[in-house]
């Protein structure tokens, strides 16, 4: 469970990176970063606690499934639907009733959030793509903090292995983002896709082989 949880503590860095970048195109809306970071704190709580009594397989096996999803999602088309990156009338009032969820596998998977809020802030808000990619980043880094600091607190986090993983996260991250800039819209979320699902594939395939043998 600790190779689980030890990237937590760096999805704050990560996150940072990469809001900095879309912070300069004003992509980011931080209103609703700070609503659904608000609406979703009881659910990261709730899905911290939950991880004590589910065994570490099932919760690798869990976070394969959600990638893969989000991965198979994107490839999917709906993401590319046309959308303008601003819009006048945003569909806020729907973000206390998807932010618990949200928060709650935030908690649960530790994986900040972030894959799930870009088709909420997309589909459901109606933000564009790029806003949407900024925005979660930015919602991200707020819904880190207790995160993180609840599954050190239940003794989670691997940090020798965290500090290994930190080299880089923030200024790859940085650079990733500047990059996401200026690619196409199309490309930019088909290559994201792709590399879910190979990432999930891979990592659903090993934690089953572990199993087996």
Request: glycine share 12%.
């Amino acid at each position: 469970m600790l190779y689980l949880f030890a990237p937590l503590p760096l999805t704050l860095p990560s996150a940072i990176g990469g809001a900095i970048a879309y912070r300069k195109e004003h992509l980011i809306y931080w209103r609703i970063a700070l609503l659904t970071s608000l609406w979703g704190f009881p659910g990261v709580l709730l899905g911290a606690w939950i991880t004590e009594f589910l065994p570490g397989t099932i919760l690798m096996l869990l976070t394969a499934g959600f990638i893969l999803s989000v991965g198979v999602y994107g490839l999917s088309g709906l993401r590319n639907r046309s959308l303008p990156e601003t819009k006048v009338q945003l569909h806020e009032a729907i973000i206390p009733y998807w932010s618990p969820l949200l928060g709650l596998i935030n908690g649960l998977l530790a994986n900040g959030g972030g894959l799930l809020l870009v088709p909420l802030y997309q589909l459901g808000i109606g933000l564009g793509l790029r806003a949407a990619l900024a925005t979660s980043l930015a919602t991200v880094t707020l819904m880190a903090i207790p995160s993180t600091i609840i599954h050190a607190f239940l003794g989670h986090i691997d940090w020798e292995l965290t500090g290994w993983l930190a080299v880089g996260v923030f200024p790859s991250t940085y650079l990733g983002s500047k990059l996401a800039l200026h690619l196409p819209g199309l490309m930019l979320s088909r290559l994201y896709s792709a590399f879910l699902i190979v990432l999930a594939l891979y990592f659903g395939y090993t934690e089953i082989a572990s199993v087996i043998k």
